[in-house]
């Protein structure tokens, strides 16, 4: 996972003696991945992040293509709170849903069905590995909301106040992208799966090391031909360290919901999944 590659780049900027209270000097970490460590400490410096995500999937089978497209309203505050609305508009149908974290209880809601579902922080939120693959699977590969959130691995990294201000990175190219200088960042997305091939990248703005888009596309080989797909997210009214009323992070069922044992991410319902 992108995600998990970049808290290593931090652990290996610590090691490498980056930063206070590092170990032994060990392996220098690349300029890739100081970078990377760089966004990691920025976003977990912060104390709340609200932004409005929009984005597109692409699938390419042989000659045939397929597009749907989404928004979400994301809002977040350390160290495990979050509510993220999403919706899914594919094959002229729109899919509505959420899911919600006061750090105590986490809701997911089916705003088509008026159905939610409620359950123990306690039920997955036992480490930050386990964090991070439910907000994958239930909130859509969205990399900065794992970025943020400490539950999703960066409280136990004992880094000291202000860190990201202490990693610097020198020299590190800028691209001149939507009218703004924006630092390219590739991630490692890990271990190929199968014969499927992946490339990421973060796209990082110059100015405040926020993450204004995120690009994930693999391509497999099947039988039908090569299947190439295609996901980008687009960051936009971004606000960092606003004040976020308890209530943001609670979910009040509407009149005549019904709650159920589990419901359905707002994407896998949109696919049909």
């Known amino acids: 996972m992108g995600y998990r590659t970049c808290i290593l780049a931090v652990a290996l900027a610590l090691t490498a003696g980056t930063l ?4 032994t000097a060990g392996q220098s970490p690349s300029r890739e991945q100081m970078m990377c460590a760089s ?36 809002q977040l505050a350390q160290p495990n709170r979050f509510r993220i609305e999403t919706t899914v508009k594919f094959l002229d149908k729109e899919t509505k849903g959420g899911l919600a974290s006061d750090g105590k209880s ?8 008026n159905q939610y579902s409620q359950q123990p922080w306690s039920a997955f939120g036992e480490n930050a590995d386990k964090v991070s693959d439910w907000l994958f699977d239930h909130a859509g590969p969205d990399v900065v909301n794992t970025l943020f959130l400490q539950a999703a691995g960066g409280q136990n990294l004992g880094l000291p106040r202000g860190a990201d201000k202490l990693l610097e990175v020198k020299d590190y190219p800028t691209t001149e992208i939507d009218g703004r200088p924006m630092y390219v960042v590739p991630i490692q997305m890990g271990k ?3 014969k499927a091939k992946e490339k990421a990248a973060l796209y990082v703005d110059a100015n405040d090391l926020l993450v204004r888009r ?12 090569l299947t190439r797909v295609n996901m980008v997210f687009f960051y936009s009214q971004i606000k960092t360290n606003a004040e976020l009323p308890v209530e943001t992070f609670t979910f009040t069922p509407p009149a005549g919901a019904k709650k159920v044992a589990r419901v359905q991410p707002a994407v896998d319902r949109a696919f049909g999944e």
């Open 20 to 23: 206070p209270s590092a170990g």
């Open 39 to 74: 966004v990691v400490l920025k976003y977990q410096g912060m104390k709340t992040l609200a932004q409005t995500v929009t984005g597109a999937l692409l699938v390419d089978v042989g000659c045939d293509s397929t597009k749907a497209s989404f928004t979400s309203s994301v």
């Open 106 to 113: 986490v809701w997911m809601w089916d705003a088509d069905k």
């Open 192 to 194: 190929a799966r199968g």
């Open 214 to 225: 995120w690009r994930v596309v693999t391509a497999k080989q099947e039988q039908e031909g």
